[in-house]
């Protein structure tokens, strides 16, 4: 995004809001269709004072936008210190762009980097199951790992997650994604068998040890009645 003007204004701790996609919002009644974790644009030209702009912000909180862009123009002419301190109360990152840059562009950008990532999940999640399957059929899986950073002469490790409730099973995955996907660390990450397998590089037993500690901490805070089963390989 450095060919763009694009500011972060608000709500620096959600920058790890996961985003599934884009969507042009001018009004709440728009707000209304998102099906969450968006990543919403605005020009404003339909809002005619702050007021209703800070409502708008606050509507697509409601609905569960991972963040929102605003272009600065004849519409939207400032984003006040109200807007401000309640992104940063809601952790939700507001960005401002100049009048003058192409939304769409932008809009274009964020949809290459999703679908990459989405793509890039999807094959290191089929290798992974193939290296567990087919371990003797290393071209069913090595090219895919070796593409995303995952070197055969690499330091590997695998860790196994096993919810005893799998219906917490999906979201605990998501979670377990956000946290790894913050770390330095080569990862990949699948579900078979309703077991969560996660094969990682680029480590050491710090990390391991740190990670083994925020996933105890994330798995008490937001599921204290979930029972599981947590290990990681040791060389």
């Known amino acids: 995004m450095n060919d763009y003007k694009i500011e972060l204004v608000a709500g620096e701790a959600g920058l790890t809001n996961e985003v599934k996609w884009v969507h042009m919002v001018e009004n709440e009644e728009i707000s209304s269709f998102l099906d969450g974790q968006e990543i919403v644009f605005t020009t404003g030209i339909g809002i005619s004072s702050d007021e209703e702009l800070l409502s708008l912000i606050k509507h697509n909180v409601k609905n ?16 006040t210190k109200e807007m401000v301190d309640y992104c940063n109360k809601s952790g939700f990152p507001l960005f401002a762009v100049p009048w003058e ?12 980097y999703i679908l990459e990532e989405e793509k890039k999940k999807i094959e290191l999640s089929s290798a992974i199951k ?5 371990s003797n059929q290393e071209v069913l899986f090595l090219p ?7 070197k055969p002469q690499g330091n590997f490790r695998v860790a ?16 377990l994604e956000f946290l790894l996907e913050n ?9 078979m068998e309703d077991v969560i397998f996660i094969l990682f590089s ?7 040890t740190q ?15 979930v029972h599981y089963f947590f290990s990681i390989g040791v060389k």
């Open 144 to 150: 895919t790992l070796e593409k995303y950073g995952f």
């Open 183 to 191: 770390k330095n660390l080569d990862v990949a990450i699948t579900v």
């Open 211 to 225: 990670l083994n500690k925020e996933i105890e901490e994330i798995i008490h805070l937001k599921y204290k009645n």
């Open 101 to 112: 840059e192409k939304m769409a562009r932008i809009m274009k950008v964020f949809s290459f």
């Open 202 to 208: 680029n480590f050491n037993n710090q990390i391991i």
């Open 130 to 134: 193939n290296a567990i399957l087919s």
């Open 160 to 175: 196994l997650f096993d919810v005893v409730d799998n219906s917490k099973l999906p979201q605990i995955k998501k979670d």
């Open 64 to 79: 569960g936008a991972s963040g929102m862009v605003i272009n600065k123009g004849p519409y939207i002419k400032r984003i």
